[in-house]
């Protein structure tokens, strides 16, 4: 077990998994942080997201996105031949209680199925591997490319907020509902 970046203490080891459609879902590390840092400053990868990082909380926020804490999992999505696709993740929800499905691809990427073969791959480790009983994903009601994706992946929804000044649609899905 080495130790975490975040809180010292040892984690156990996560291997990288290779989706159905050949992508690889590789644990994220302290070395992703300036991938991380492109998508959080993307207008459009933060269209329904709060917008891009201002620049004075884009190094923490980088640093962060790619550091689980205990109990989740944060994956850079690679292809053979490109550089990452995208960042994908199961960490705990807001609620304190749930652990969320959370997703944000270079738009270079968007529009392949990328998305779907990762999520896909991200809710079947969460069964199996961590045995959840259920994920949830919260995205916003305007996010309608979210909201297909989600859709897709077999999540439904069940509830309402308004969360930072935006309707967010919560979504959910248990093991037998898997696409
Ligand atoms: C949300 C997001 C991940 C969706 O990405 P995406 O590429 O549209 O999602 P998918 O992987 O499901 O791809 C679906 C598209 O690929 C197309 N596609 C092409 N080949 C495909 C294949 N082999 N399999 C499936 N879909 C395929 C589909 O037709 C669909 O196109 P459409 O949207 O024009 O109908 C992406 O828009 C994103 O990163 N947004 C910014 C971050 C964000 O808002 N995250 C949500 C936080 S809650």
Redesign the pocket.
Known sequence: MSPCLRCGKGHELVKSIKTA?GLLLRPASATDATFAGRLLKDP??R???GGPLPDESLSVASRNAVLPDEGERIWIVESTGFSPL?LISLTRHKNGEDIEL????APD?????????AGRTALAYGFQQLALPRII????AA?R??I??LT?LGLRPYAEVMRFGAAQVLFQIRPDAIA
């Open positions: 459609k459009a990868v269209q329904f997201l995208g959370s997703y944000q691809f990427h968007w529009g392949k199925g990328f998305a779907f073969d994903a919260e995205t916003q996010n490319r979210s297909r994706l897709r």
